[in-house]
């Protein structure tokens, strides 16, 4: 009931002007993201998707609701995924498409003035309701879309982190050197445990340097989990050699009960480095 070609065209003969209205009320000062760029080319960029968004839109009113979503969703998951807009508030960009809604409204109102003899009432009113249901679903899609291309980039800067928090440092033929720093505390343990066995794995070392000379503290189960770590490497054919415990490390260790029997054990990297080439 809602499909009209000829206020579809009217929309998009309008398209032009609806984008130089959007962004002229754009502000500028103040607001993060991309919205704020004075980068022409960002500002290129901005317009055209602008351009992009009011063709797909204007085609509620001419395709069905299926084809409309098939076609409007890509343009939508696209943009969700630019790294300009994963900068921008998201509120912000809520806040654009909110406006946008209300320069459809101002176009829709000049059409049916336009239009008195052709456009009843309870037209006029689905109409209404088109925009408004329609701009409320991409608002949701584009949020949706939104919050999978941030947890995507939460999870690649997890991992990212992961990994400088478990440096192995290959040196000449299959030796590695794992340096860790700072306090560990039971969640870091696990991450070490679990990233350390798959690298060593990985990548075939056959011998693993654990220089603990900058760790802080080591408690009952941290020192349980270091002690699981060497037996798995062990498993996987990985030698390990503990290098550089501080005496108030070694001392804790005492306290708890703690035994390194078994495990190759040098006071200093250089001494660890020296005693097997």
Same mark, same amino acid.
């Given at each position: 009931?809602?499909?009209?070609? +000829?206020?579809?065209?009217?929309?998009?003969?309008?398209?032009?002007?609806?984008? $130089?209205? @959007?962004?002229?009320?754009?502000?500028?000062?103040?607001? =993060?993201?991309?919205?704020?760029?004075?980068?022409?080319?960002? /500002?290129?960029?901005?317009?055209?998707?602008? $351009? =992009?968004?009011?063709?797909?839109?204007?085609?509620? &009113? %001419?395709?069905?609701?299926? $084809?409309?979503?098939?076609? &409007?969703?890509? @343009?939508?998951?696209?943009?969700?995924?630019?790294?300009?807009?994963?900068?921008?508030? %998201?509120?912000?960009?809520?806040?654009?498409?909110?406006?946008?809604?209300?320069?459809?409204? +101002?176009?829709?109102?000049?059409?049916?003035?336009?239009?008195?003899? $052709?456009?009843?009432?309870?037209?006029?009113?689905? @109409?209404?309701?088109?925009?408004?249901?329609?701009?409320?679903?991409?608002? &949701?899609?584009?949020?949706?879309?939104?919050?999978?291309?941030?947890?995507? *980039?939460?999870?690649?800067?997890?991992?990212? /982190?992961?990994?400088?928090?478990?440096?192995i440092i290959h040196l000449k033929g299959h030796n590695?050197?794992?340096?860790?720093?700072?306090?560990?505390?039971?969640?870091?343990?696990?991450?070490?445990?679990?990233?350390? %066995? =798959?690298?060593?794995?990985?990548?075939?070392?056959?011998?693993?340097?654990?220089?603990?000379?900058?760790?802080?503290?080591?408690? *009952?189960?941290?020192?349980?989990?270091?002690?699981?770590?060497?037996?798995?490497? *062990?498993?996987?054919?990985?030698?390990?050699?503990?290098?550089?415990?501080?005496?108030?490390?070694?001392?804790?260790?005492i306290r708890l009960g703690m035994a390194f029997e078994? /495990?190759?054990?040098?006071?200093?990297?250089?001494?660890? %480095?020296?005693?097997?080439?």
């Amino acid at each position: 009931m809602h499909r009209n070609q +000829t206020l579809y065209t009217f929309l998009v003969d309008k398209i032009p002007e609806l984008t $130089d209205k @959007w962004y002229n009320s754009l502000s500028k000062c103040g607001d =993060e993201g991309i919205y704020s760029s004075t980068d022409p080319i960002v /500002i290129k960029q901005l317009k055209e998707q602008h $351009d =992009e968004f009011q063709l797909h839109f204007c085609e509620v &009113f %001419l395709l069905s609701q299926r $084809d409309f979503n098939e076609r &409007f969703r890509p @343009w939508i998951k696209k943009v969700a995924q630019d790294v300009k807009y994963q900068h921008t508030p %998201l509120h912000l960009v809520v806040r654009e498409f909110m406006k946008n809604r209300e320069l459809y409204f +101002t176009l829709l109102d000049e059409y049916i003035s336009n239009h008195k003899e $052709d456009v009843t009432e309870p037209l006029a009113r689905v @109409w209404e309701h088109v925009i408004t249901s329609t701009f409320d679903d991409i608002i &949701f899609a584009f949020s949706q879309e939104s919050h999978q291309a941030a947890q995507i *980039r939460l999870e690649a800067q997890q991992e990212l /982190i992961n990994e400088l928090s478990t440096p192995i440092i290959h040196l000449k033929g299959h030796n590695a050197l794992l340096p860790l720093v700072g306090t560990i505390d039971d969640e870091r343990a696990k991450m070490i445990l679990d990233n350390v %066995l =798959e690298q060593c794995t990985k990548t075939q070392i056959s011998k693993l340097y654990i220089d603990l000379s900058g760790v802080v503290i080591v408690n *009952r189960i941290v020192g349980h989990q270091l002690f699981q770590l060497i037996d798995s490497l *062990r498993l996987v054919g990985t030698e390990t050699i503990l290098c550089g415990i501080r005496e108030e490390i070694a001392k804790g260790a005492i306290r708890l009960g703690m035994a390194f029997e078994g /495990i190759d054990i040098k006071s200093s990297l250089s001494q660890a %480095l020296a005693s097997h080439t």
